[in-house]
């Protein structure tokens, strides 16, 4: 069965500190990845997507993510991190009508 | 272009009523889905709908859940007899086109947030 693993809860990183969020998949054939971002009380905004071709994608807001078959891993990557990218990230496989959700990384940003 | 709207945002019922959360695709979609969050866990795939019909609804629990699109109208997610354990967000997708036409492309509402006491 599907199913997506976001091991960190809660990450905490400086205003400007790199970023790393993992996300790990489990899925028998090539994968439709997705990450998207909830600010509290909102809906999700989608960052990226990977559907196949060149495994580094770039997305919205300064992000980028790294699809790594051998690894299962589909991890989320920004370079400089503004208080504003402070919300809620979910890792996310499509499958047949469907997103299989990871249950989250809650992101902080200190001033 | 108003994206994919859902009423009420915030809906509190007692033990044994009913609920009713309503969603408004985006403008041209004619595919809905429906997500439960529970606290401190990811969205989890309830339903899928195209107009008057229920494509997929794995995700559905057997009993008391009810969802419909209709013709004309928002999409309905019908709760009956809500329990405490129904209280979760309840988030609404919208898509132009399903899966069979190449489409994985899901625009989500800000989400419903019902409270049963």
């Known amino acids: 069965a599907q199913s997506v693993t976001q091991p960190d809860i809660h990450i905490t990183v400086s205003e400007g500190a790199s970023l790393e969020l993992r996300c790990n998949y489990s899925y028998g054939a090539t994968p439709y990845l997705f990450w998207y971002v909830q600010s509290p009380g909102q809906g999700l905004q989608l960052l990226l997507k990977?559907?196949?071709?060149?495994?580094l994608v770039q997305g919205i807001k300064g992000f980028e993510a790294e699809f790594k078959r051998s690894q299962s891993s589909f991890n989320l990557r920004k370079p400089s991190v503004h208080w504003s990218d402070a919300a809620e990230y979910f890792c996310a496989v499509y499958d047949f009508n469907k997103f299989y959700f990871g249950s989250g990384t809650k992101l902080n940003v200190k001033p | 272009n108003a994206g994919v709207m859902q009423n009420p945002r915030h809906l509190v019922r007692r033990r044994g009523q009913e609920a009713r959360l309503r969603c408004s695709p985006m403008k041209g979609h004619s595919h809905v889905y429906w997500y439960r969050q529970l606290p401190e866990e990811g969205l989890k795939f309830m339903v899928y709908?195209?107009?008057?019909?229920?494509?997929?609804e794995s995700g559905m629990p057997k009993e008391r859940f009810s969802a419909e699109f209709p013709k004309e109208g928002p999409s309905i997610l019908r709760i009956q007899q809500v329990v405490r354990g129904d209280s979760a967000a309840y988030f609404c997708?919208?898509?132009?086109?399903?899966?069979?036409?190449?489409?994985?492309?899901?625009?989500f509402g800000p989400g419903t947030r019902l409270t049963v006491t």
């Open positions: 709908l195209q107009k008057e019909n229920i494509i997929d």
């Open positions: 990977y559907f196949s071709g060149d495994t």
């Open positions: 997708a919208s898509s132009p086109m399903g899966v069979e036409d190449g489409s994985y492309e899901q625009y």
